[in-house]
T-cell receptor
Framework: NAGVTQTPKFQVLKTGQSMTLQCAQD?????MYWYRQDPGMGLRLIYY???????DKGEVPNGYNVSRLNKREFSLRLESAAPSQTSVYFC?????????????FGSGTRLTVV | DQQVKQNSPSLSVQEGRISILNCDYT??????FLWYKKYPAEGPTFLIS?????DKNEDGRFTVFLNKSAKHLSLHIVPSQPGDSAVYFC???????????FGTGTRLKVLA
């Protein structure tokens, strides 16, 4: 099925460990995004990539790095995980066409940092 | 400083009645407004959108209203169905940025 695929779906990390969340889309979209969802906070933008070869910070970038590996793939890395990074992470993509169509989201990665 | 606000965390409505979900924003540069629906353990899915040149957009049971002077939009669901029970997020963007700012969500429960 066409869409946005995120791996893994669940992960438990110890404080200080590192990991990379993977995201791939097969819709030939130009732009890709990483959001986190926390109770009472909605969806907050971490980083985004407007097009292949570019990345920019969003609202809450501290503690994260990203890589736009190619047009399909956009990864999010936690270098030294902290309990405050316990969250559900969503990857999304969109085409640079009409802004009325919004994003296509992946199904999320639930990360717990203990 | 929350630019998009959904002040009602939850809403319960009887099946068949109208559900009205509200969203307020503070940035007058926002031109595009979207509503997303989210079921547990799934990603948000796009529901309906509106641009600032319109004040109403309909798609089946879903209608979005935009009041630019009040910086307010609302989503109407008529008639509400139990399958509509989900969390609804509004999101806004200004022209050309392709970055959407999301509200905190409203959990809708439609009672059978």
């Amino acid at each position: 099925n066409a869409g946005v695929t995120q791996t893994p779906k669940f992960q438990v990390l110890k404080t200080g460990q590192s990991m990379t969340l993977q995201c791939a889309q097969d819709m030939n979209h130009n732009s890709m995004y990483w959001y986190r969802q926390d109770p009472g906070m909605g969806l907050r933008l971490i980083y985004y990539s407007a097009s292949e070869g570019t990345t920019d910070k969003g609202e809450v970038p501290n503690g994260y790095n990203v890589s736009r590996l190619n047009k399909r793939e956009f990864s999010l890395r936690l270098e030294s995980a902290a309990p405050s990074q316990t969250s559900v992470y969503f990857c999304a993509s969109t085409d640079l066409g009409s802004q009325l169509y919004g994003y296509t989201f992946g199904s999320g990665t639930r990360l717990t940092v203990v | 400083d929350q630019q998009v606000k959904q002040n009602s965390p939850s809403l319960s409505v009887q099946e068949g009645r109208i559900s009205i979900l509200n969203c307020d924003y503070t940035n007058s540069m926002f031109d595009y407004f979207l509503w997303y629906k989210k079921y547990p353990a799934e990603g948000p899915t796009f529901l309906i959108s509106i641009s600032s040149i319109k004040d109403k957009n309909e798609d089946g049971r879903f209608t979005v209203f935009l009041n630019k002077s009040a910086k307010h939009l609302s989503l109407h669901i008529v008639p509400s169905q139990p399958g509509d029970s989900a969390v609804y997020f509004c999101a806004a963007s200004d022209t050309g940025t392709y970055k959407y700012i999301f509200g905190t969500g409203t959990r809708l429960k439609v009672l059978a």
